[in-house]
């Protein structure tokens, strides 16, 4: 519905009586800023469930274990996810396809539980192999994809992340700039591409439920009533 | 027919059934599923309560062997050992434990010197212990073959790295507090310091540094200035990796010979082994705690779409108690068949739940609500499981395939993990078919049946109907009135969630959550919580040692009280004191210091010269370990990274070891600091026997009173401060008074005031808006086209204003003196005046009205003093850019009619009314001489201008070709009665659309006042409009439609004095104009009941009619498109745009949604109790209002209800969207504003004292942000206030 009206925002006839989230760019920094916040959060959580994995078993200190990794990973994951968040959306709007399916805060609510709950179970479950673990974690994480998204986009997006996030990784961790924290170097990188897809996915999510917001205040309709 | 097709007919079917089962026999179907969830949660109580406090087990020391690691544990033996009794334990512990004293004391003794010499020894006994060798046949072994090896610390722990052993035997005793140093020792001018260097500052729960070391509670040491007993006991931990009976056997026996206790009971005989559950660190409580957080948002936001039922929270409760005990149902089943739950029930409880979900209650629930509410409850029930069947028979299908890939992981904790969510899904769908529905049955009852009751007596009082109207309809809709009267219904949906940072929002909900006070309180519980829950033992020892020591029974218990002097071993050395019970020997003293309270006398070992055994050993001195704080010993292991989660330590029995020292080797030990060390000596008293007693015991009960007072008081301030600072607060941000009656006695009550959903009460004002004056009795129609706003009153005027100014600018008059007859039923604008909800005394009302309104306007001059604005504020600027209109309309009306004489040339509408008076009609004819008269111009002359009196005569112009089909006609329309009411009214440029109950058409200048044409061929009336260019569409009561279009005779061309008027606007059509209207096409029977609503856009034209359908016609060739089914009422009304989309809204309360191009419905709305009033929409909303005077707010996209907004009584319709998310509403003498994204409320306007009290009835917006308001029979224009132009 929203496609018409999408192509010409800058000079739209526009009445008087609108309310301050129709500026633009306003309402892009909120999100950005949520969206920010979310992934940081998730960051320290899903670090704290990785960092349990055996590394050490009696952490000297709770609150140092949360901050563990360096400093600068859970700005990056806040910055991703709210380049993800706010890209999702935007891909759908310019691709015209926007999505339908499942609009709501509780469907996104159960979709970053089951995305909790992946990481979860990557932390916590033992597997035999680490083919095992990656083939697990690939199927719940498509899981996630068909049961909240199932955009083409979104699984094109997804895919697309994973790749280059977890190449972003690779690369970090053969210049020395970070190390992964379990001595077990293929573990990680068995699961890497899967949570960065499922994560991609949530956020994205995330991303588009707080975009039908401003979809709502930004397309305008030419009739007047 | 498909499979599909089939199965899904069956599917329905079964649930039809099914639904009329559950609705049909509520009670006993839920008798049976309680009983159902009862039978299969009965394994459950097998299970084990969830906790993590240690277990103990106790087995002999004799023929002690570890137990094997691969156990035959057979459950069905209770007596045998626990099930985690395999293998070897972690460690197996031996303490032993050193009693030490100076005997006998001397007066000379410092303080210090209480401890100093007995710590002293334990250098001594350590070395011992690590000589030990057992030599036998098989060789000999050391301590360091059997005991358990360490290595480092945790990183963490550096500081420790002095205090704890590394690399070597796990061996702990105070002398590692000077890395078992002597030297060191004996160089410490402050052993106190050296103690407690480690202790943390602030509450701890868990063992400290000292703990571990002393391996004893810390008051028991002794090692204090205050102490009372003069005795220090501390333990020599030692831990063995394997158990090895004969050198413990040889090490015991030595450490007893070396150091006799001779008043030791202790039996030595058992062995105890600690088993460990797992344990929760607050590194894994944060993931723990935010998927609890998630899947509370999770249920929140899920049961927040319940909506219109009785009892919204009951049935929340209802779908969270259906999933839980799904749960647990099949937690319980998976025990009933042997499988028991390994993995941590709290750590997959919420990924449970929200695999579960509550999707397909909701589904349930909406379904069923969004029937038709005519319809008896079972049916209702049954048709909305059976309409959803199949999407709920696909999801649960979908689950669990999904549930299913998951089982072929092989993983066993996946595995384990699907087995239970397939279990609990199928127990989920089973509680759904069963409880939930059967209790969403009893619910939709309850509501219907507290509607009726509600009802009843108005319903009784009501005279009996007559046979006008509907009466059908109106049961029906006094039936469904909704309970609550006076409530603003926000629902908190979706998007009302994340708000806009506004500074003032933020905290305005923060005070009115109290969010502030409730994070404190919940994070007080959660902080009490985690402590009782991580050391429950240790907070325990820790209550009742203060307990104890406020106890008046003194700390002389420890020693005196558990050893009655039959326990007393007979090799007691002293059998004078045994025969004295321990509390004799005080009494002495408590006479010699009378100052001393009772219980400051403390031990016995009051003599000097008798040699009382003041270390005593009693039998809880052989569990001493058990004071010990429970996680003492994970902590320890802990700082070598070894867990003791889920695995077991052996306790061996404790070595007594009692050391007694006598004074001179006290002294010997001293430290050349310790005579002038900050402590001065406990003061000899002068008749003291016995120097550092009588103070110490005072002085450590008063500092340890003060510590606690201090401690209480603190405590105490600081929660009152906290208190008071909550409250100034809670003051400063929450102005909002709550049951307290605010403002003046004339205004409403603030708690009347419509609130949002977070109790902000917006900023009220009050502005003083135009009022346009003129009419006599209610207003009936509005119209505007931004410019000119046309009003229409029930006595039949029509005036015409100017939109920017509110100035009068034409009047016209009613033609006729007749009684206007009600407007058909068609469109809702019965007025529930009465608030009863009976539409027959509105009616009749209405007649009373209109009857007294017919003497009304007989009156001359209309009474002139309501003719102008009162205020009058006429900017004479504004007529700079008008045509000089002067010869045409008196602007000057403040001038009495009266004066006009229809002889004079007097400006027209004067005249006609001084005309009115002598003749009841309207003599059309001298307006027509007289525009003949004055203007010279061709006549605009039609035969609808015709006086209802046959006395005049109309000059018939000649020239009228353009309404030739009228001719036919012209008989029965000069009857009087033939002019009719005004039904309908449209404006467009300067023209008016009026139609007639007589079923004529006419056309007027608006400007001029004059009649330009008018058509009636057809007597049936015309009940709405459509005038849109050059094409007029009327509906007629008889169900037909006809299409005019208007023909101007002179090119059309844009008025030279409306020059502000964009080009969107439609052209004016100047006065010079001819215009003719032509009939070009009728279809004679649209519908079969009469045209109720009426919409035309995007060349689409939409009839909306009482026989319940819709159609749409294309506008050009008034070809029907599409004949629209859906509705189960009759059509209220009709909204459409330019984009398309076609809402309607009929008696039934429900909302549809149409695609125009396809004529398909998009979706359907249950949306009101009684009929739907009016409709419209924007981009993203739909809002819609009904006759139980509420406002719903839709999304467009999907149909779910944002939120509602409670109207004042008889407001129900007055709704107007002056942009994409303003929305304005009527009140009782106010209009508000609302956001309508967030459903805020914005603003409310009192329209001054006028208005007060009178409901706004109807609201027209207008182009230029103005806001028309109908309070009866005055309009109000009201400019949106600035306040909100400022938002924007």
Redesign the interface.
């Known amino acids: ?2 496609e ?2 999408t192509e010409s925002p800058g000079p739209k006839k ?9 500026s633009r760019s306003v309402n892009l920094m ?1 999100r950005g800023i ?1 969206l920010f916040f979310i992934g940081v959060f998730l960051a320290l ?2 670090n ?2 990785q ?2 994995r055996n590394v ?7 609150i ?3 901050f563990s990794s360096a400093w600068w990973v859970p700005p990056c994951c806040g910055t991703a996810s709210a380049v993800i968040g706010l890209l999702y959306p935007c891909i759908d709007r310019h691709l015209g396809e926007p999505h ?1 399916f499942k ?4 469907s996104v ?2 979709c ?3 995305f ?2 992946i990481n ?2 990557s932390a ?5 192999n680490n083919i ?1 673990l990656s ?2 974690l690939a ?2 994480s498509i ?1 996630l994809w ?2 909240f998204d199932r955009s083409r986009t979104g699984f094109g997006l997804g895919v697309g992340i994973a790749f280059l996030a977890t190449l972003v990784t690779q690369l970090l961790v053969y210049n020395g700039v970070y190390q992964y924290t379990s001595p077990d170097f293929l573990y990680v990188r068995s699961w890497l591409p899967c949570i960065f897809f499922a994560g991609g996915i949530t956020m994205g999510n995330i991303g588009r ?2 975009a ?2 401003e ?3 930004i ?7 | 027919m498909t499979l599909t097709d089939r199965l899904r007919e069956k599917i329905s079917q079964a649930f039809y059934n099914h639904g009329l089962l559950c609705a049909s026999y509520p009670i006993p179907i839920i008798l049976f599923t309680g009983l159902c969830i009862v039978a299969c949660c009965c394994p459950l109580l097998k299970l084990p309560l969830p906790g993590t406090g240690p277990v103990e087990f106790t087995t002999p020391v004799k023929d002690y062997s570890p137990p094997p690691v691969a156990s035959d544990h057979r459950p069905g033996d209770p007596n045998e050992q626990p099930e985690w009794y395999v293998g070897a334990p972690v460690a197996y512990i031996q303490q032993i434990f050193v009693k030490t004293s100076v005997t006998p004391w001397h007066k000379d003794l410092l303080a210090v010197d209480v401890f100093r010499s007995p710590l002293s020894r334990a250098f001594q006994l350590v070395e011992e212990i690590r000589n030990h060798v057992l030599r036998d046949s098989s060789g000999t072994r050391s301590l360091e073959d059997l005991c358990l090896q360490v290595t480092d610390l ?4 550096r500081k420790l790295r002095n205090l704890l052993p590394e690399h070597g035997c796990l061996l702990l005793s105070p002398a590692n507090f000077w890395q078992n140093d002597r030297e060191r020792f004996h160089a410490d001018p402050d052993i106190i310091r050296t103690i407690h260097q480690h202790e943390p500052k602030t509450l701890q729960t868990s063992a400290t540094l000292k703990d571990l070391l002393f391996g004893v509670p810390g008051k028991y040491s002794g090692v204090s200035l205050y102490a009372r007993k003069r005795m220090v006991s501390y333990t020599i931990t030692l831990v063995f990796q394997r158990y090895h009976a004969k050198f413990l056997g040889s090490l015991r026996a030595r450490l007893l010979l070396l150091h006799p206790s001779p008043n030791c009971s202790f039996r030595a005989e058992s062995l105890v082994h600690v088993h460990f559950k797992e344990e929760i ?4 409580l ?2 723990l705690v ?2 609890y957080i ?2 509370f ?2 249920i929140y ?2 049961t ?2 319940i909506d219109m039922v009785k009892s919204k929270w009951g049935l929340a409760l209802a779908a969270v108690v259906t999933v839980l005990s799904s749960l647990l149902m099949s937690v319980g089943l998976c025990t009933l068949f042997g499988l028991t739950p390994t993995l941590n029930g709290g ?1 997959i409880f ?2 449970l739940v ?2 579960i ?2 999707e397909n209650v909701l589904v349930l629930t909406r379904s069923v609500v969004s029937t038709p509410v005519d319809l008896e409850v079972k049916l209702r029930i049954a048709q909305g499981l059976s309409s959803e069947s199949w999407s709920i028979m696909k999801n649960m299908a979908t689950e669990l395939g ?1 549930i299913l ?2 089982y072929f ?3 066993p ?2 595995q384990e993990f699907c087995l239970f969510a397939v279990v609990g899904l199928v127990s989920d769908f089973f509680l759904q078919m069963l409880f939930f529905t059967t209790v969403l049955s009893i619910d939709i009852r309850r509501m219907e049946l507290a509607d009726l009751n509600k009802r009843l007596p108005p319903e009784a009082c009501l005279p009996p109907a007559k046979p006008v109207g509907r009466p059908a309809r109106f049961e029906r809709q006094l039936a469904v009135r909704p309970s609550t009267p006076h409530t603003v219904t926000l629902q908190p949906s ?2 009302r ?2 708000r ?2 506004k500074r003032l929002r933020v905290v305005y909900f923060l005070a009115r959550t109290r969010l502030a006070q409730r994070l404190i309180m919940a994070g007080t519980v959660v902080w009490i919580g985690i402590l009782v829950y991580t050391d429950p033992a240790g907070l325990r020892v820790y209550l009742t040692a203060q307990v104890t020591e406020q106890s008046p029974l003194g700390e002389g218990t420890l020693t005196a009280m558990p050893v009655p002097s039959g326990v007393l071993p007979a090799s007691h050395p002293d059998p004078a004191f045994s025969i004295f019970p321990p509390d004799i020997p005080k009494l002495p003293e408590n006479r010699t210091l009378p100052g001393e309270t009772p219980e400051s006398g403390g031990p016995v070992e009051g003599t000097l010269d008798s040699p009382v055994p003041e270390i005593t050993w009693g039998p809880e001195d052989e569990e001493l370990w058990r004071k010990l704080s429970f996680r003492h010993w994970p902590t320890l292991f ?2 070598y ?1 070894i ?1 003791l989660a889920k695995r077991y330590v052996s306790l061996l029995p404790v070595i007594p070891v009692t050391l007694r020292l006598n004074p001179r080797e006290a002294l010997e030990g001293r430290h050349p600091q310790d005579g002038h060390s900050a402590w001065p000596p406990p003061q000899p008293r002068p008749d003291g026997l016995w120097e550092a007693g009588p103070k110490g015991p005072g002085m450590a009960q008063a500092h340890r009173d003060v510590t606690l007072y201090k401690v209480a008081a603190l405590g105490l301030a600081a929660g009152i401060v906290l208190v008071l600072l909550l409250l100034c607060l809670y003051r400063v941000l929450c102005p909002r008074n709550y049951g307290q009656p605010g403002g003046g006695p004339g205004r409403r009550r603030r708690g009347d005031l419509p609130c949002d959903d977070y109790g902000y009460a917006p900023p009220e004002t009050e502005i003083v808006p135009l009022v346009l004056r003129g009419h006599l009795m209610d207003i009936e129609c509005l119209a505007s086209d931004g410019m000119l706003l046309v009003s229409c009153c029930l006595a039949g005027h029509v005036c015409v204003w100017d939109a920017q100014t509110g100035d009068c600018l034409t009047r016209i008059p009613r033609p006729g003196s007749l009684p206007p007859s009600p407007r058909p039923p068609g469109p809702y604008r019965q007025r529930r005046d009465s608030g009863s909800g009976s539409g027959f005394e509105a009616q009749e009302s209405w007649e009373r009205l209109s009857d007294s309104g017919k003497s009304g306007p007989e009156e001359p001059g209309d009474s002139p003093p309501l003719r102008h604005r009162v205020q009058g504020p006429l900017p004479p600027s504004l007529f700079r850019d008008q045509p000089d209109l002067t010869c045409l309309i008196d602007t000057n009306f403040s001038v009495q009619p009266r004066l006009s004489e229809p002889t004079q040339p007097e400006p027209r509408h004067r005249a006609s009314c001084g005309r009115a008076r002598d003749n009841p009609g309207y003599d059309f004819s001298r307006l027509v001489q007289r525009v003949y008269q004055q203007e010279g111009l061709a006549p605009v002359h039609t035969p609808a201008l015709r006086p209802p009196s046959p006395g005049p005569t109309l000059p018939q112009a000649p020239e009228d070709e353009g309404c030739s089909p009228e001719k036919g006609s012209l008989a029965l329309s000069w009857a009087p009665s033939a002019d009719g009411s005004i039904w309908s009214l449209e404006l467009q440029g300067s023209l008016i659309v009026v139609g007639r109950s007589s079923g004529r058409l006419e056309v007027w200048d608006a400007i001029e006042g004059t009649l330009c044409c008018s058509s009636e061929e057809v007597s049936s009336g015309i009940t709405a409009l459509i005038f849109l260019d050059k094409r007029i569409v009327a509906a007629r009561l008889n169900g037909s439609l006809d299409f005019f279009s208007l023909e101007t005779h002179t090119a059309l061309g844009p008025l030279q004095f409306r020059g502000q008027r964009n080009s969107t606007s439609p052209p004016t059509y100047s006065s010079s104009d001819t215009v003719a209207c032509r009939l070009t096409h009728t279809v004679p029977c649209a519908h079969q009941k009469p045209i109720t609503a009426l919409k035309a ?1 995007a060349g689409r034209l939409v009839t909306g009619s009482q026989d319940h359908t819709l159609r749409v016609f294309r506008l050009e060739d008034s070809c029907c498109l599409f004949t629209l089914q859906g509705h189960s009422g009759a059509i209220t009304t009709v909204y459409i ?3 398309m989309v076609l809402a309607s809204g009929g008696q039934d309360g429900a909302i549809c949604l149409w695609d125009v191009l396809t004529g398909s419905r998009v979706s359907h709305m249950f949306a009101h109790r009684g009929d739907v009033t009016s409709l ?6 739909v809002i819609s209002s009904g006759l139980d005077d509420l406002i719903s707010i839709w999304d ?3 149909g ?1 209800k944002l939120y509602s907004i409670q109207q004042d009584l008889g407001c129900g319709a007055s709704l107007g ?6 929305l304005v509403t009527g009140g009782q003498g106010c209009v508000s504003f609302w ?1 309508l ?1 967030y459903g805020d409320l914005l603003q409310t306007v009192y329209l001054g004292k006028n208005s007060e009290g009178q409901p706004a009835r109807q609201i027209l ?1 207008l ?1 230029n ?1 103005a806001v028309v308001c109908n309070f009866g029979s005055e309009l109000s224009l009201v400019y ?1 206030p600035s306040v ?2 400022k ?2």
């Open positions: 519905m929203a018409g009206e526009r009445g008087p009586y609108i309310s301050s989230v129709t909120i949520v959580v899903l704290l469930l960092v349990q050490t078993l009696f952490p000297p200190d709770v140092a274990s949360i339908k609009r709501e805060w509780s609510m159960r970053v539980a089951v909790v709950g979860h179970a916590k479950v033992d597997f035999d095992q083939l697990t199927a719940l899981g068909w049961t439920q707080l039908v917001y979809c709502k205040v397309a305008e309709k030419s009739h007047q009533e | 945790l990183p963490g722990l660190g607050v590194a894994e944060v993931p935010t998927t998630i899947l948002a999770y936001f899920s927040c779409k750590e919420p990924y929200v695999v979900g509550l999904i890939i998951g992981t092989l993983v904790a996946i979706s998007f969630n994340l806009l940072p802990s700082y990274n867990t856009a745009d330019q984009t419209t929409c924007t981009t993203s909303c467009r996209s999907t779910i969207v002056i942009s994409d998310n303003l956001d994204n917006v182009d942000a949106v909100l132009e938002l924007d």
